[in-house]
């Protein structure tokens, strides 16, 4: 079980550049979601994917931000024109979702912590 | 606009005593609940679920109550062990389409 797997571990930016974070899910899950969490606050929203299909965006996800999940398989987030605002730790979680069941459990990564200097 | 709500940022509580977690929620049409557990620098991980349709789940010497009726539901951990001690979030669902949503966090301490 190689879990959930988000690289890097840390980011460190000047405001301005872009970003880009990856997430490996568990191989078999076909759901994967982003989440943003700041000091004090628990995970907020930003998109998830069923399999290569992204089904919902929070209004959280500026045009500056944007996630792929090419073939379902791996995620990408991306960051453009990064601001000060952006620093916080993002969140993979992936689950196996199966028809209209409500009770999946996510499993998440250990985060990218991403600064903004 | 904070559907999920964990009003205590933090408790403490005596090794071997329990320890209740609270969390109250907004939306009426949520129908699954979970529990997350985090520790510094990793991820939340989890550790109990509870349907609608029940009003307690029990899984070792952790308990979720639902009250549905008051919006409520609460986390019980029965002896408390220092291996306890973390952030705790409270999170819901409505459908099998939407979105997980947490609430802010509780932080346990467990104290010798």
């Known amino acids: 079980d190689t879990g959930v797997s988000q690289d890097p571990r840390h980011k460190i930016t000047k405001r301005g550049q872009n970003v880009t974070f990856r997430c490996d899910p568990i191989s078999e899950h076909n759901r994967l979601y982003w989440y943003r969490q700041t000091l004090g606050q628990g995970p907020e929203f930003l998109t998830y994917?069923?399999?290569?299909?992204?089904?919902?965006k929070s209004r959280l996800l500026s045009d500056r931000f944007s996630a792929e999940r090419p073939k379902g398989s791996f995620s990408t987030l991306e960051i453009q024109r990064t601001e000060q605002g952006d620093s916080a730790m993002y969140l993979c979680?992936?689950?196996?979702?199966?028809?209209?069941?409500?009770?999946?459990?996510?499993?998440f990564g250990s985060g990218t912590q991403l600064s903004v200097l | 606009d904070q559907q999920v709500k964990q009003n205590s940022p933090s408790l403490s509580v005596q090794e071997g005593r329990i320890s209740i977690l609270n969390c109250d929620y907004t939306n009426s049409m949520f129908d699954y609940f979970l529990w997350y557990k985090k520790y510094p620098a990793e991820g939340p991980t989890f550790l109990i679920s509870i349907s609608s349709i029940k009003d307690k789940n029990e899984d070792g010497r952790f308990t979720v109550f639902l009250n549905k009726s008051a919006k409520h539901l609460s986390l019980h951990i029965v002896p408390s062990q220092p291996g306890d001690s973390a952030v705790y979030f409270c999170a819901a669902r409505y459908s099998s389409a939407s979105k997980i949503i947490f609430g802010s966090g509780t932080r346990l301490s467990i104290r010798p």
């Open positions: 994917f069923q399999n290569e299909a992204q089904l919902e």
């Open positions: 979680a992936s689950s196996s979702h199966r028809g209209r069941a409500t009770n999946e459990k996510l499993f």
